[in-house]
C-alpha cells in the first residue's frame, strides 16, 4: 500500500463486488429452500426404494453445497462491505492532503515525499530561504534546508525551526499522507487475511470438518470488521434504539449483517425475536461443528446441549420455538422461547438456578419449563410466550452460597427484558419475570438496577433462598404483583440464614450450613430470614405465595434397610411440569400469572 495505490483504489468498486456476493448468496438460499421444502419433499411423496433413496442423499448433498455458498458468500459480502466502508476514511483523508498540496504548488512525489519551493529571505545574505523535501511520519528526507545528502531519515529537532514559511506546511501535509498509508494499509492487511480464508478448494466436500472451517471462516470475518462493526452497530445504545436502528436498514443491508454476523445479530438485544431466531438457527450449525471432535468434557456437554436444541428446532410443533441466543462462553449460553415473544400479549422470561448450563440435561429438561409455561398460559390466553434465558454463568457448587454470579447476571438480564419489551408489537403487553431457586436471586438482582427489570408488570419466585430484599414492595412492581411458590418439602425454600448457619459442621445437604439447619445444630432465629434475606414466602416478606403440591418428603425411607434412606429433592424441580407426579398446581397457578388472569390462582396462606 502506498499513496498512489491509495489514490487510485475506488471503495465503491468493492461495495459493487459485495452487491454481487449478496446476489449469489440469495440465490444459493433460495436453491436450498427449494430443494429442501419442494423437490425433496415431492420425491419423498413419489418414490419408493433404493433409486429414491440415493437420488434423496444427492439432494440433501447438494443442498448442503447451496448451503455453504450462501454461508461463505454471505461472509464475503461482509467483508467487502466492511473493507469500502473502512477503507473509505484514509482514502478521504489522502484527497484532502492531495487537494492542499495542490493548491499551494507543492509536489508530490512518487516516494509519498513533499517538495516544497523556496520561501521567505535569509536575514544575513538576504537570498530566497531554499526549499526543501520532506517525509511524513515526523522525519523528512534530504533537502536543501539541512543540506544533508543522505537519503534516509532524520528526525525533527525540536530546537531547530526551519524559516521557510513552506517547511511546516509542508510536514504536515506528508505526516498526513503518511498517516493516511499507514491505516490503510492495516485495513488492507485485516481484510485480506479474512478473505483470503474464503476459499474452496476444487471438488470440495461440504461435511462437519468444512462447516469447522465455516464457524473459523465467521470468526475471521467478525474480527477483521470489528472497527466497521463498532461503528455500524449501536452497540453501546438501548435495545429500543438498536431495534429503530434494525428497522432503519434495507432488506439488503439486513440480510448482509444476518449472513456475515450471526453470532452477533442473533444475540443481540433489540433485534426482532423472528430475525435472531434465522441468525441462531444458522449459528448453532457452526458452533455444533466447532464443537465436533473435541474432546474435553465441557465441549462434549455442550455440544450434547446444542445438538439437543437443533433437533427439537428441527422438530418443530406447536407452539413454535424460537432460538433468541446461543453460544459457547463460560457454561454455555441459550435463550429458547415457545410462542413468538414480539407477537404475545403475554410474555414470560425465566432465569435457572444452580447447576444449570448449556448441556443434555439443559435441552431435554431445562427448556420443557418455558415449553409446559407457554402451553399452559395458552390455554387461558391464546397469545402467550414463555421463555427460558440462560444468558448467564449459574453457579454449579459451592459459589451458590454467593450472590456474585447473581448480581454479574442481573444487568444481562435487564438488557434481555428491555429488548422484549422494545420488540413486541402489542400496545402494553404483560410481561412476567421468574426465578427459581438462585435463578430468584438474579431476578431480586435485577430489580435493584437503575430502572428495574424493564417492561415487568409480575414477578414470580419459585423455590427461592432469598432474593437480596427484604419485602415484596421493595422488588419495584408492587408487593400484590410478587409472586412466591414454595413447596413444602423442597429444602431450598428452608436454608438457615448465613448467622444460623455460622455454626454449621455438616456438610451441604448433609454437610456445611443447610445440613448443620435441618440436623437440628442450629437453632431457628425466628426472624423469618433464610440464606440471601427473608423468606419470600414469609408474612414477613408480604408477597401473593400461591398453591404448590408439597412434593416428595426429603428424606426417603428405605425398609428395612433404614440406613439406605435416600435424600430426595424433587420437590425443588417440580414447580412448572403438569405431568403426573410432579406438580400441576404450580404449573397451573404460575400459567394463570403470565397469561394475565391472577384471578385464576389458588392461593396458599403465608408461612
Known amino acids: ?62 443442498s448442503e453445497n447451496f448451503h455453504y455458498t450462501q454461508v461463505e458468500c454471505g461472509l464475503i459480502t461482509g467483508a467487502l462491505d466492511g473493507f469500502s466502508s473502512e477503507i473509505s476514511a484514509p482514502k478521504r483523508r489522502l484527497t484532502e492532503a492531495l487537494d492542499d498540496a495542490a493548491a499551494l504548488a507543492y509536489t508530490v512525489n512518487q516516494d509519498g515525499t513533499i517538495t516544497y519551493p523556496a520561501g521567505g529571505k535569509n536575514e544575513l545574505t538576504g537570498e530566497p530561504i531554499p526549499g526543501g523535501t ?23 529537532n525540536p530546537q531547530f525551526k526551519n524559516p521557510n514559511p513552506h517547511h511546516a506546511k509542508a510536514v504536515d501535509i506528508a505526516d498526513r499522507i503518511a498517516h493516511a498509508v499507514r491505516e490503510a494499509q492495516e485495513i488492507d492487511d485485516r481484510y485480506s487475511k479474512a478473505l483470503n480464508k474464503l476459499k474452496a478448494a476444487p471438488g470440495l466436500n461440504v461435511d462437519t470438518k468444512t462447516w469447522a472451517d465455516v464457524a473459523s471462516d465467521v470468526d475471521s470475518v467478525s474480527s477483521a470488521a470489528s472497527e466497521y462493526l463498532r461503528d455500524h452497530i449501536p452497540w ?36 426482532p425475536s423472528t430475525v435472531r431466531d434465522e441468525a441462531n438457527r444458522e449459528n448453532i450449525h457452526l458452533l455444533i461443528a466447532q464443537l465436533e471432535g473435541q474432546h474435553d468434557e465441557a465441549s462434549k456437554e455442550k455440544l450434547e446441549g446444542l445438538k439437543g436444541i437443533q433437533n427439537k428446532l428441527n422438530a418443530g410443533g406447536q407452539p413454535p420455538m424460537f432460538l433468541l441466543g446461543i453460544g459457547l462462553e463460560g457454561n454455555g449460553r441459550a435463550i429458547v422461547a415457545y410462542g413468538n415473544p414480539d407477537t404475545s400479549k403475554n410474555v414470560s422470561a425465566y432465569a435457572p438456578g444452580l447447576g444449570t448450563k448449556l448441556n443434555s440435561e439443559f435441552s431435554d429438561g ?8 407457554a402451553t399452559e ?11 427460558v434465558w440462560l444468558g448467564y454463568d449459574a453457579p454449579q457448587s459451592i459459589d451458590v452460597m454467593t450472590a456474585t454470579d447473581a448480581e454479574r447476571g442481573a444487568p444481562t438480564y435487564n438488557s434481555f427484558m428491555s429488548g422484549i419489551s422494545a420488540t413486541n408489537e402489542n400496545a402494553d403487553p404483560h410481561i412476567t419475570a421468574i426465578g427459581h431457586s438462585y435463578g430468584s436471586r438474579l431476578v431480586g438482582g435485577a430489580t435493584q438496577e437503575a430502572g428495574g427489570i424493564p417492561g415487568a408488570d409480575d414477578i414470580i419466585l419459585v423455590g427461592s433462598p432469598g432474593v437480596g430484599v ?60 433464610i440464606w440471601f434475606g427473608k423468606d419470600p414466602a414469609s408474612k414477613a416478606f408480604g408477597a401473593n405465595r400461591f398453591e404448590t403440591l408439597p412434593g416428595p418428603e426429603l428424606v426417603q425411607p428405605s425398609f428395612p434397610d433404614v440406613l439406605g434412606s435416600k435424600l430426595d429433592i424433587e420437590a425443588h424441580s417440580n414447580y412448572f411440569s ?21 384471578e385464576y390462582v389458588i392461593r396458599e396462606t403465608s408461612r
Open 366 to 373: 431445562t427448556v420443557k419449563r418455558a415449553y409446559y409455561t
Open 470 to 529: 427484604d419485602k415484596a414492595e421493595d422488588l419495584g412492581v408492587g408487593k400484590d404483583h410478587v409472586w412466591v411458590g414454595a413447596a413444602e418439602n423442597d429444602i431450598v425454600t428452608k436454608l438457615p440464614s448465613s448467622k444460623e448457619a455460622v455454626a454449621g459442621t455438616m456438610g451441604f445437604f448433609g454437610g456445611g450450613p443447610p445440613g448443620a439447619y435441618l440436623g437440628g445444630e442450629v437453632a431457628d432465629q425466628g426472624d423469618d430470614d
Open 377 to 387: 398460559a395458552q390455554k387461558f390466553d391464546p397469545s402467550s410466550s414463555s421463555i
Open 134 to 156: 520532506v517525509l511524513g511520519n515526523n522525519g523528512m528526507i534530504t533537502g536543501n534546508d539541512t543540506g544533508l545528502q543522505s537519503p534516509g531519515l532524520v528526525p525533527n
Open 1 to 62: 500500500m502506498d499513496h498512489l495505490t491509495l489514490k487510485a483504489l475506488k471503495p465503491t468498486e468493492y461495495a459493487e463486488a459485495a452487491d454481487g456476493y449478496r446476489a449469489i448468496s440469495g440465490m444459493a438460499d433460495a436453491a436450498k429452500e427449494r430443494i429442501d421444502k419442494q423437490i425433496t419433499a415431492a420425491m419423498r411423496k413419489a418414490n419408493e426404494g433404493e433409486a429414491a433413496d440415493a437420488a434423496l442423499k444427492q439432494l440433501r448433498k447438494l
Open 578 to 598: 403438569p405431568e403426573e407426579g410432579k406438580d400441576r398446581v404450580s404449573a397451573q397457578n404460575i400459567a394463570a400469572i403470565v397469561a394475565g388472569h391472577p
Open 236 to 271: 453501546d445504545k438501548s435495545p429500543a434504539d438498536r431495534k429503530e436502528w434494525w428497522d432503519s436498514l434495507s432488506n439488503e443491508e439486513r440480510e448482509e449483517y444476518k449472513a456475515a454476523f450471526p453470532e452477533i445479530i442473533g444475540n443481540l438485544d433489540g433485534i
